[in-house]
C-alpha cells in the first residue's frame, strides 16, 4: 500500500483527533490534533467480513455504534481481527500524545483552576481518543428497538 494513500487517510479521516461528546450527545472530531504517529504504521489488507445483529438498549448505545465506536471488551471477538496481531505492546510505540496537547496538559494542570482548565482542553483536544484503528467499510441500519 501506498503510504501517500495511508497519509491522506489519516487527514481524511481525521485520525489523528479525538472525539468530543456535545451536550446533546452527539460526537464530532476535534479540531486539534491529540495525537501523532511517531513512524508509519503497518497497514495489513484482509478480504473478510462480518455480520452482527445488536439489540441497543439505551440511547447512548445507539450513539456510540452509529458513530462505530464499538465497546471495548468485544473488539477482540470479532472474527476480522487476530489477537495475536494487535498486541497493545507492540503498537503502543507508534502513537503518542501531540506536543500542542501535551503543553495545554501541563499548562492546565498548572494553573489555578485545574479542574475547569482541563475541561477546556478536553473540549478542544477530545473527551475520547483511539486506542487502535480500524480501516474498513461498514453497513449499518439502525432500527428503533420496537422492531423486534
Given amino acids: 500500500m501506498a503510504y501517500s494513500k495511508l497519509s491522506r487517510w489519516i487527514k481524511d479521516f481525521h485520525l489523528v483527533n479525538g472525539f468530543v461528546v456535545k451536550t446533546s450527545n452527539e460526537m464530532e472530531c476535534s479540531k486539534k490534533l491529540a495525537i501523532k504517529f511517531i513512524e508509519i504504521p503497518t497497514v495489513k489488507l484482509r478480504d473478510e467480513s462480518y455480520f452482527e445483529l445488536m439489540n441497543l438498549i439505551t440511547k447512548l448505545e445507539e450513539i456510540l455504534i452509529s458513530n462505530d465506536i464499538f465497546p471495548n471488551k468485544n473488539i477482540r471477538n470479532f472474527p476480522f481481527i487476530k489477537n495475536d496481531e494487535f498486541r497493545d505492546k507492540e503498537y503502543i510505540h507508534l502513537i503518542k500524545p501531540s506536543d500542542e496537547f501535551n503543553y495545554a496538559i501541563g ?32 453497513l449499518k441500519n439502525i432500527l428503533s428497538t420496537n422492531c423486534f
Fill in 107 to 138: 499548562k492546565a494542570l498548572k494553573s489555578m483552576k485545574p479542574f475547569n482548565a482541563l475541561r477546556n482542553v478536553f473540549n478542544e483536544y477530545g473527551h475520547l481518543f483511539p486506542l487502535k484503528i480500524i480501516l474498513g467499510k461498514s
